[in-house]
DNA sequence: CTGAAAGCGCTTACAG
DNA sequence: CTGAAAGCGCTTACAG
């Protein structure tokens, strides 16, 4: 129960009343420069009734102008939101890791919220206050985006899907040119029968990616045979039961881009149990570089998508939003690397 | 800038002054039922020097007793606390997925922390005022323990390295369990030159984890070549570099049981550098389930660690606590299980 | 609808 | 080390 509270005692911080920094906005300050008394300025803070519209209007305008802020907002610790559709995501500790290097190195808290846990997810968020809130894989829609800024908290979506969300600023990755990079290192290896197992119909970022694998392909006068293009949900079942199917066609591909990392590990299965070999009889590109990706056997050659460097530049971005600047860039893309490991060589 | 305080205008809770709660107790009362003055209870609420150590610690004694809480308190969503020493760990998503349920459930936000970022997370904890804090690995020291008793928050080590942290509640796995079903697994396939690559000494986990395997032998009636026994970090490398040694020995093991997955994923390598198959060359047995066990080739078996569980258990504890019941258990170790897959077989 | 007056909870500056 | 007095920021009850 000692409750220091470090704004009153500590670093030399000039304080002059409780929690109340020097120069701070008080509710005095406001009803002066509105030209009305305390008392109103106060209803209005609290949403109570008997204030004329005009005049709630004016007070607002003004709160808003001095950036007021309550006493006790002061004495809770700024924090930054992030809020995950599901921690399912094997992106998620990652994207985590990026964010909390920023908001650590700013002395900033960092929360997280899954809103699958339900709709009541944003009342949370906001009764904690956060300077802003960073959505990852469009976790927040547009009525709960309209709530943010009804309450000038910024919102930033992180977001590997590459969907632009209602003008929300966004951090993403460049999914067309890994999608082109990873195919053209399987066009340089000799590869020209290369099968591309993409991900579902509404997923934008996956359909950059197979953008990006016929750009490619074209580029080199490489056919697609549409037996080789496969798509379905990003995971190790569907890679397996892809990979399976691609090796039984009568002429199988000597190669596979697959749209992410979990079904690059399903092809490794379905080689396995084929009895093929890869890199000898297959060749295989996954998408995204997750940690265990190195420690698949062989190797996993890769787009490693920066997702550490995603949730930073999301952070900052959200940051620098939070001062009310304008940041240089409203949408931001982090370029993507082709990691060439152990899952790719020449076909025989 | 509305910033409408739920706990004064909605639900019609009962309100006196700014965001006090009729019946909660002030510093007024604090201080009559602590024979001093109001400005006294104040000092010592903020730790502000020039209180006689006696009367701080009767005052500290009616505020813990009468449950004081700062106005601004009751504002606060209240949120319980996670402490990673660093969110490197692969434990970490699943961990957090545990402690998210159960917080979620009772309308309870999550933040974390990574202890790692400096001597100064505790200050930053405190000052967001937790209703408990949960450090994983060893994440808070003695020094930070007494200083959340100090303040009334309650402390739970989730603890997988089985180490018990100064009579700290805590939750961790049936370690020695783990290594005795592992090892017993092996046994009954036929192996009897079983091979065990360990943990670092310090951790307490991984000697439970040892011993559980001399059990099993001894009761196997087989025989523990200390050649076969071998430790270091518990990562892919050191496993790489152990199943490299074991396997150029004059008489290799049949079996390898390895302290955690990673040393497992570094033993696959080694042997597909060596030529030799798993499990038909080879078995090998790893620790904890993480979700790539499942995806790596062959599907490895491993004692699996109920991290999300034990997240669970250690939020519950920990929620528990903080409403100042005792809890049935101070310590909690729950059930590890084998999760054989197809990295076991005979031997040949 | 508005604000002067009263009052609450807490903190500070300072006299003893 | 302690507390009476003063004062701050905010809210409430009520008169106009």
């Not at 609290?46 to 607002?60: F, I, K, S």
């Not at 053209?184 to 996956?206: D, T, V, Y």
């Not at 045979?225 to 949900?233: A, E, N, V």
């Not at 039961?241 to 590990?265: I, M, Q, S």
Request: glycine share 10%; aromatic share 4%.
């Amino acid at each position: 129960m000692t409750a220091v509270d470090p704004s009153v005692t500590g670093k030399g911080v000039p304080v002059t009343r409780r929690g109340r920094r020097r120069g701070e906005t008080t509710v005095a300050v406001v009803a002066r420069l509105a030209g009305v008394s305390a008392p109103t300025v106060s209803k209005v803070l609290n949403g109570h009734p008997g204030v004329a519209a005009e005049t709630r209007q004016r007070v607002e305008q003004v709160l808003r102008e001095q950036d007021y802020r309550r006493p006790d907002a002061v004495t809770q610790a700024p924090m930054l939101e992030v809020a995950f559709q599901a921690l399912e995501s094997h992106l998620a500790i990652e994207i985590m890791r990026g964010v909390a290097q920023v908001a650590n190195a700013r002395q900033l808290a960092v929360g997280f919220t899954e809103t699958a846990s339900g709709p009541g997810w944003l009342d949370h968020v906001l009764r904690r206050r956060p300077v802003a809130v960073i959505a990852v894989y469009g976790a927040a829609m547009r009525r709960e985006h309209a709530r943010l800024a009804a309450s000038g908290i910024p919102l930033v979506a992180l977001d590997p899907t590459g969907e632009p969300v209602h003008s929300v600023p966004s951090v993403g990755a460049a999914n067309w040119n890994g999608g082109l990079t990873a195919t053209r290192h399987l066009l340089e290896l000799g590869h020209r029968r290369i099968a591309m197992i993409g991900g579902p119909p509404g997923f934008l970022a996956a359909r950059a990616r197979l953008d990006g694998y016929r750009a490619a392909m074209d580029a080199a006068g490489a056919e697609v045979d549409p037996s080789l293009l496969r798509s379905g949900t990003l995971s190790y079942e569907d890679g397996l039961r892809h990979g399976r199917a691609l090796l039984a066609l009568p002429t199988p591909p000597t190669a596979v881009f697959c749209c992410n990392d979990l079904l690059a590990l399903g092809v490794y299965e379905a080689a396995r149990r084929a009895g093929r070999r890869i890199p000898d009889d297959l060749s295989v590109v996954g998408f995204d570089d997750l940690e265990f990706a190195r420690w698949s056997g062989p190797a996993l050659t890769t787009v490693r998508q920066p997702l550490a460097d995603m949730g930073a530049a999301a952070a900052d971005l959200a940051l620098t939003l939070a001062t009310g600047t304008a940041p240089p860039r409203l949408r931001l893309e982090l370029a993507t690397t082709l990691i060439a490991r152990a899952s790719t060589a020449p076909p025989r």
